[in-house]
């Protein structure tokens, strides 16, 4: 019975990693009222397969209070846009109940070891997938082109950190060839949100006592990537980290609205992000408690510069960032409640690591490294990247982490 329980786990932990994983691939059928992905496809299979199966137990859990609220909350403002658009985001909040339904029926039968292994092993070979797809087509600096698996770094970098620091049989010279690899990686792939994680997590992995051992592993990657561009001719490469290097010197879109061009030592990434502080000012100042309405802000660009901004210019792009994107579409109501989501999830799974720690399942540097693990690479991650299906899941995710911590004493206990 116990080998029979032992498979079933590994069973449900696997199928979990896939339909997760298959997030961040670029399997999608466009269509002329949306956008149909792998993810949606897997999602509704396994979640009717969850629904019948009589043999899980039922829900009980008030952890997603906040995020359902906001969730209706952000379906409710689409309506300003028109029918359409509110239909669309009505649909999209089905898959992500539905995952959710799903993590919450399923979490209590994952083998924890495992779902870190095969995380692990699954964004290694998306990674590679999409390094491989790049170089095929002659990009060898900047592999953003796949929308929706540019996140991959993102999710690699965590990945990594955690699985070497939970891992009981950790290898010091495998964990620094493999992130010297991954710096590497992170360079050439010009994402700057996980090179940014990458500095926090390292010095996090590294640091106990903030001892001179974590600043000076840390400063030696900072170096390399700050004088990167003398050992690369790669000029993607070399222009990226000169946009972040003299940052304050960069985001000049008066240049772009007045010739339609960047400055040589620009980005369009920076002049896009100032351009839309801006604009989202003035746009939050129209409605402060409400918003324009969910998707507004491309509307509204459409009708205020759609003589400049033709359909596939490079400035014509939802809000990067989430929190800037909510205040903008869905006001104060809407951000106080999204705000909600991440001080309740923050307090009660500081809460349950500290139970962990006093009871000896998890020892305290580990409990602190998992929970800032987790949260500052998505709130950088969100804070810094537009709307989508993605960020939506990880925020839900987030606000079922006291939960799953829960099941992971149990799974500790078990084993």
């Known amino acids: 019975m116990l080998t029979e329980t032992n498979k079933s786990k590994k069973v449900y932990t696997f199928n979990f990693v896939i339909l997760f994983f298959s997030l961040f691939t670029d399997i ?7 956008i149909i992905r792998l993810f949606d496809i897997l ?3 396994y979640f009717l397969y969850i629904f019948f199966n009589k043999k899980l137990s ?8 906040f995020f359902f609220i906001f969730l209706v909350i952000h379906v409710s403002l689409s309506y300003k846009i028109g029918f359409d658009n509110l239909l669309r985001e009505f649909l999209q909040s089905i898959i992500i109940l539905f995952f959710l339904y799903i993590l919450l029926k399923v979490n209590n039968c994952f083998n924890y070891k495992l779902l870190l292994k095969y995380g692990y092993q699954f964004s290694i070979l998306i990674t590679l997938f ?12 900047g592999w953003k082109l796949l929308q929706d698996s540019r996140i991959i770094f993102t999710i690699l970098t965590v990945m990594h950190f955690l699985y070497f620091k939970f891992n009981e049989k950790q290898n010091n010279f495998l964990f620094l060839i493999c992130t010297i690899l991954l710096f590497l990686i992170l360079i050439f792939s010009g994402e700057r949100k996980a090179l940014l994680i990458f500095f926090v997590l390292i010095f996090l992995f590294l640091n106990k006592d903030l001892g001179f051992k974590s600043f000076a592993i840390v400063t030696i990657f900072f170096i390399i990537f700050y004088n990167i561009t003398n050992f690369t001719s790669i000029s993607y490469i070399n222009k990226n980290v000169l946009s972040l290097k003299k940052f304050q010197n960069t985001g000049n879109f008066n240049y772009t609205l007045q010739t339609g061009d960047i400055l ?3 980005s369009f990434s920076n002049v896009v992000r100032m351009f839309q502080l801006k604009y989202s000012k003035d746009l939050f100042l129209e409605n402060p408690l409400f918003g324009i309405g969910t998707n507004g802000y491309l509307k509204k660009i ?18 990067h960032g989430e929190f800037q994107r909510i205040l903008v579409e869905n006001g104060l109501f809407g951000l106080i409640f999204y705000i909600l989501i991440w001080f309740k999830s923050w307090i009660s799974t500081n809460t349950k690591l500290n139970y962990l720690n006093k009871i000896k399942i998890l020892d305290y540097h580990k409990s602190k490294f998992l929970m800032y693990s987790i949260f500052l690479p998505s709130l950088i991650y969100i804070g810094l990247e537009g709307s989508s299906l993605r960020g939506f899941i990880i925020l839900g995710i987030i606000s079922l982490i006291p939960h ?11 084993n």
């Open 130 to 141: 999409v390094i491989f797809w790049h170089l095929y087509n002659g990009i060898f600096g």
């Open 28 to 34: 999608k059928y466009p269509t002329s009222f949306g």
């Open 58 to 65: 039922p829900i009980k859990i008030k952890s997603l209070s």
């Open 302 to 319: 459409e009708i205020d510069y759609g003589n400049i901004f033709h359909k596939d210019h490079f400035m014509r792009t939802g809000i």
């Open 43 to 45: 999602t509704i299979i």
């Open 264 to 266: 040589d030592n620009d």
């Open 404 to 414: 799953i911590l829960e099941n992971y004493k149990q799974f500790v206990k078990m």
